[in-house]
């Protein structure tokens, strides 16, 4: 089911350029090349099948119209050996704390703008910084509980930050599920393989909840609290939810009381400790912020204020993963931390800038472009893969305002097996790895790896027609390598 796989000029996280297994993908390897394609087609369809009993699912959006679809899960895993995670984990954690620290002096002594490491217009004309929360301190000083960092490879093989998701990233009980269901319907997989496991992980999520209390408070109480059944993410948040032992809550379950918010219970009501919200910021309270939205809490934010509750994710913490201050990360971790970036950023241009802005629109056509607003593969353009009139509607876009903008070159994402029937085709993929802050800052071992299905497309969305694989972080190296 090889013969007809294409390596291409890009990195292949399975094959070596002779076409060989890399070590530690060699027992896998040599187990998909003695399976029966029609046993391996039946098992694949009874995954599938297994996601959508589970009501795994996710809303692709298309023409104004949502349609729920289960998520595509595709049975050849990523595998990071244990050198290479170490290393890895090691430039997360020092990103994160650069980006944490970021956030807090943003909203309290801004020294970094201070300073001209990052222009100050940057922060104040973003739509995601807000100046209802500025100078509230928080809980070990932690504007970050969860964070989504998007890491790809390029054609090197050398692991940059695509992306930083710090106010609601989701997927992780994707995660958990492609896992399950990888185990239930794949378990010989893993007979040489050391995995690390994920079964210790919801108890690391609801301790870094618990350390963000207010006061220290031992015991508190910690509820989610989303939107609805209608959202497209609703699926993670009751997983979530279940798996860490917390309330899962809408905006109507919450009341503000003195300044302290209170939880609708049988029994009356309940204080609430931390709020692990789900909803953007502007629909949080209707009294701070979208004075329609029926999905938060009127007074949530003065209460917060008050210190008498914990919303984690921080509020306005979408200034630090905005696209345009992506450029800005391996600043700040050199301004705070006194350190080199471990992992990199991919080349980014700023078209605020006339220099960098004359050099993008003449080479649109090699460029990836994208709204600093816009997310989820959404409203950017790909220049090797538009057309001429998509390119000059877009140039059109980027000349009404460039400053909300930013380009960069075309990443060769590595790639990896999938799945195809009667064969296996290389296909894009990414990674979305979990970080957790609170006590201390821990890193999920794995992560989500999304793949782009459609042969030749680099856009690995789920939304936009991509799908999930396991992600397997070894212990040691495999058995027989």
Same mark, same amino acid.
């Given at each position: ?152 490879? %390029? ?206 629109? %003449? ?119």
């Amino acid at each position: 089911m090889f013969n007809s796989y294409k390596l291409g000029e890009f990195f292949d996280e399975m094959l070596q350029k002779d076409r060989l297994p890399r070590d530690y993908c060699r027992p896998f390897h040599e187990r998909l090349n003695v399976v029966d394609s029609r046993d391996l087609q039946e098992r694949y369809e009874l995954a599938q099948s297994d996601f959508l009993r589970q009501g795994i699912t996710f809303t692709v959006y298309s023409e104004n119209e949502g349609m729920e679809r289960t998520m595509p899960f595709d049975f050849v895993p990523k595998i990071i050996p244990p050198d290479e995670w170490a290393e890895l984990e090691r430039g997360l954690m020092q990103r994160f704390d650069a980006l944490n620290a970021f956030l807090d002096d943003v909203y309290h002594e801004q020294q970094i703008l201070k300073d001209g490491v990052i222009p100050r217009d940057l922060i104040v004309n973003c739509q995601h910084f807000f100046e209802q929360v500025a100078g509230i301190d928080l809980p070990r000083r932690q504007h970050i509980f969860m964070a989504g960092i998007d890491l790809i490879r %390029d054609d090197t093989g050398e692991y940059r930050v695509l992306e930083d998701n710090l106010r609601n990233p989701s997927g992780l009980s994707y995660v958990f599920q492609n896992r399950y269901v990888m185990r239930k319907v794949y378990p010989e997989f893993f007979n040489q393989y050391s995995v690390q496991s994920l079964e210790q992980q919801f108890s690391y999520l609801h301790s870094s909840m618990a350390s963000l209390a207010p006061q220290n408070k031992s015991n508190p109480t910690i509820v989610l609290l989303t939107p609805g059944i209608h959202n497209s993410a609703y699926y993670d948040h009751s997983y979530i939810a279940q798996r860490s032992g917390v309330e899962l809550v809408e905006g109507r379950d919450l009341v503000v009381r003195d300044r302290e918010v209170f939880m609708k219970t049988a029994r009356g009501l309940k204080q609430v400790d931390v709020i692990y919200r789900r909803i953007d910021d502007e629909f949080l309270d209707p009294l701070e912020f979208r004075e329609d939205s029926l999905l938060g809490v009127p007074g949530l934010v003065d209460a917060y204020r008050a210190g008498n509750v914990s919303i984690i994710n921080g509020i306005g913490n979408g200034v630090a993963d905005d696209k345009a201050i992506y450029h800005f990360v391996p600043d700040m971790i050199r301004y705070y931390l006194n350190e080199e970036p471990l992992v990199k950023n991919v080349k980014t241009y700023l078209l605020r800038y006339e220099d960098q802005l004359e050099y993008v629109l %003449d080479h649109l056509s090699e460029l990836v472009v994208k709204h600093t607003n816009a997310s989820g593969g959404y409203n950017m353009l790909i220049g090797p893969h538009a057309s001429e009139e998509e390119i000059e509607a877009y140039r059109k876009q980027i000349l009404k305002n460039p400053s909300e903008f930013i380009a960069q070159p075309t990443i060769k994402l590595s790639r990896l097996p999938a799945f195809k029937g009667d064969r296996f085709a290389a296909c894009h993929i990414d990674l979305r790895v979990f970080i957790f802050g609170g006590e201390k800052t821990h890193v999920f071992p794995g992560g989500l790896t999304r793949v782009a299905l459609k042969e030749g497309s680099l856009v690995v969305n789920s939304s936009q027609g991509g799908g999930a694989k396991d992600t397997w972080v070894l212990e040691e190296s495999p058995v027989n390598v």
